[in-house]
């Protein structure tokens, strides 16, 4: 391969992983506004909502559990449920098979208004979805899961 088209290859490359960093942070700021949105919406604070999005995703689970999910001391797990059980967004529940544990888990109510809310997205997406082959797609999830395993990698050097 030539120098100049050896050149212009690492050109296009340079120019395509800065124009990804560049949408990368753009999508980031824009499921920042998205969870902003929902908080006002839902009269949460961005931790309370964060740990909403946990439970959603991972199921129910102890607060020390939930704790460690969302990078939260014990103390500061305990009143992020106590006021989402106040809004009635969270049940607490003593395990049927170790009644010393107590599983946290979104109500209804929760998962309601997380449906109203961010239910509209998958209609947004579909038409954009629906163009992407399934190559593309694994390249994408592959690709989301690397870049959650660095960031949350460098959260937690921060947090050292």
Same mark, same amino acid.
């Given at each position: ?11 296009? =490359?340079? /120019?395509?992983? @800065? ?5 990368? !942070? ?12 929902? %908080?006002?919406?839902?009269?949460? #604070?961005?931790?309370?909502?964060? %740990? ?17 999910? /969302?990078?939260?001391?014990? /103390? ?9 059980? =106040?809004?009635?967004?969270? @049940? ?14 979104? @109500? ?13 997205? /998958? ?9 992407? @082959? ?16 660095? #960031?949350?990698? !460098? ?6």
């Amino acid at each position: 391969m030539s120098k100049q088209i050896a050149s212009a290859l690492s050109e296009r =490359r340079t /120019a395509l992983l @800065t124009e990804l960093t560049r949408q990368v !942070r753009l999508s980031q700021i824009a499921s920042d506004k998205m969870d902003d949105a929902f %908080c006002q919406r839902a009269g949460v #604070n961005l931790t309370d909502e964060r %740990c909403i999005d946990l439970l959603d995703m991972l199921g129910g689970m102890t607060a020390g559990e939930l704790a460690g999910a /969302a990078s939260l001391s014990p /103390a500061a797990v305990t009143a992020v449920l106590d006021r989402l059980e =106040r809004s009635g967004l969270v @049940t607490r529940t003593r395990d049927e098979r170790d009644r010393r544990r107590v599983i946290v888990e979104l @109500t209804a109510q929760a998962r309601s208004l997380a449906a109203e809310i961010y239910g509209p997205l /998958a209609g947004y997406a579909t038409p954009y979805l629906e163009e992407l @082959t399934d190559s593309e797609l694994e390249v994408i999830v592959r690709f989301l899961a690397v870049s959650s395993e660095i #960031n949350e990698r !460098r959260a937690a050097e921060l947090r050292e």
